[in-house]
C-alpha cells in the first residue's frame, strides 16, 4: 500500500519542473498530476477485486505492479500534460491491485475491531511513507532530473513485489473462490448497495478522502508560492504526516478499548470542529502565519488518522464472503467521490488557505448527518 503514497508524495517537490516539461499553463493544472491518479486508483478496483476473489490474492498483485511499470514509462516520456495524465491514470490503476488486495488480505484474516486494530497498523506503514517521500523526491530532483524521481518509484515497487512474493502466503480460501460471470458481479454490487454500514461508511471515507485530497494536491502550492517555503516544505510535509501517524498509531491500541463506531464519531466531531474554526477565524482574510497554519492543518489531519481505517474496516465489516469485491466497490465509490469533491475546491486556493478549510466543514456536516442515518438503518435491519 505504501508503494500508492510514494507514487504521490514524491512528485510534489517537482511539480513545477514537471509542469514546465509538460507544457502546463496554471498551478491547478499542475494539481491534475496528483489527483488524476486517484482516478486509476478508483477504476482499477473494479477489474481487480472480483480477478482476486477467483484467481486469488497473489497474481492480481503481480499484474498491477507490471502495470505500474508500463505507466511509469509513459509518464518518463511525457512531453504534454496529457500524455502525463493518461500516464498517471495507468499507473492509479496498476497501483490499485496492491492497495486493493492488501485490504481484502486482512479481511480473509480478521474481522471486527481485531481488523480495524491491523487496518491502522498497516495505515501507519502507509503514512510513513509520506513523511519521507517528499524529501526523497527532492534528493532526487536535486542530483538527477525528475524523471529519476520516477525511475526511482520503480526500484522501489520491484523491492516491494519481491518482498510480496517472498513472505505474503495466499489468504483466499478455496471455499471463497467466485466465477467471473456478470450476474456473480451484479449480485455482489446488489449486496454491497443494500448493506446500510457499507454504504454509508464508504460515503463518509469518500467525503473525508475527497477534502484530504485537496490538501495532497494543493500542497506544493500552498507552502511553495503563498508562504514561499519551497526548501522548507518536505520537512513541512513530514511533520504533518507524523500527526496522521500518531493518530492511526494511537487507534490500533484505542479501538481495542472503545471500538470503531465511538473512535468514528469522537474523530468526525473533531474533524468538523478544527475546520470550522478555522473557517470562522480566517474567512475571507490572509493567510495566518505558518505556525498557526501548521496548528490546524495538524489538528485536522490527527482527526482524520482516526477516520482512515475505521471507516474502511466499518465498511469491510458485513462484507467478509466477497471481500476481494466488496474492497473494489467501496474503494471506486469512495474514490470516484472524492476526485469531484478535490478538483472543485482546489480551484479556490490560489492565493488562500481558507477554502480548504471550508471543505472540511462541509464534508464534516455531511458525514455527521449521514452518521445517525447509518446507526438508524443498522438497527431496523436487525430488527
Not at 498483485?61 to 500534460?81: M, R
Request: aromatic share 12%.
Amino acid at each position: 500500500m505504501s508503494v500508492v503514497a510514494l507514487a504521490i508524495d514524491a512528485l510534489l517537490p517537482a511539480l513545477d519542473v514537471i509542469g514546465l516539461a509538460v507544457n502546463t499553463q496554471t498551478p491547478t493544472e499542475n494539481q491534475l498530476i496528483i489527483t488524476m491518479i486517484f482516478l486509476g486508483l478508483g477504476i482499477g478496483p473494479l477489474i481487480f477485486g472480483p480477478l482476486s476473489d477467483n484467481l486469488g490474492r497473489k497474481p492480481v498483485v503481480y499484474f498491477g505492479f507490471i502495470l505500474f511499470l508500463l505507466a511509469s514509462f509513459i509518464c518518463v516520456s511525457a512531453e504534454t500534460i496529457e500524455y502525463m495524465i493518461a500516464g498517471r491514470i495507468l499507473q492509479g490503476i496498476g497501483l490499485s491491485a496492491p492497495r486493493t488486495i492488501s485490504i481484502a488480505i486482512i479481511r480473509d484474516q480478521y474481522q471486527g475491531d481485531p481488523m480495524a486494530r491491523i487496518m491502522s497498523f498497516v495505515t501507519v506503514v502507509f503514512l510513513l511513507v509520506p513523511i519521507v517521500a517528499p524529501a526523497i523526491g527532492k534528493l532526487v530532483l536535486d542530483h538527477f532530473d525528475w524523471q529519476s524521481i520516477f525511475l526511482m518509484q520503480l526500484w522501489c515497487s520491484g523491492a516491494v513485489a519481491l518482498w510480496f512474493w517472498k513472505r505474503q502466503p495466499e489468504t483466499l480460501a478455496p471455499n471463497n473462490k467466485r466465477t467471473l460471470r456478470f450476474q456473480d458481479y451484479i449480485h455482489g454490487l446488489g449486496e454491497v448497495f443494500k448493506q446500510p454500514k457499507t454504504m454509508g461508511y464508504t460515503l463518509i471515507s469518500g467525503l473525508v478522502f475527497g477534502s484530504f485530497m485537496v490538501y495532497l494536491s494543493g500542497a506544493q502550492q500552498i507552502f511553495h508560492q503563498q508562504y514561499d517555503l519551497k526548501e522548507e516544505f518536505p520537512l513541512i510535509f513530514a511533520g504533518l504526516s507524523i500527526a496522521i501517524g500518531l493518530a492511526i498509531f494511537s487507534n490500533g491500541h484505542l479501538v481495542m478499548r472503545f471500538g470503531m463506531k465511538k473512535m468514528v464519531t469522537t474523530a468526525l466531531y473533531g474533524f468538523f470542529g478544527v475546520a470550522l474554526l478555522y473557517v470562522l477565524l480566517y474567512y475571507g482574510q490572509d493567510n495566518p502565519g505558518i505556525e498557526i497554519l501548521m496548528l490546524f492543518f495538524a489538528l485536522q489531519f490527527f482527526a482524520i488518522g482516526f477516520l482512515f481505517g475505521n471507516l474502511r474496516a466499518l465498511a469491510m465489516q458485513p462484507m467478509g464472503h466477497i471481500a476481494g469485491m466488496a474492497a473494489a466497490i467501496t474503494g471506486f465509490i469512495s474514490t470516484i467521490m472524492a476526485l469531484p469533491i478535490s478538483t472543485f475546491i482546489g480551484t479556490y486556493i490560489e492565493d488562500q488557505v481558507w477554502p480548504i478549510f471550508l471543505g472540511f466543514t462541509l464534508c464534516g456536516v455531511i458525514s455527521l448527518i449521514i452518521l445517525p442515518i447509518i446507526n438508524k438503518l443498522s438497527l431496523k435491519e436487525a430488527r
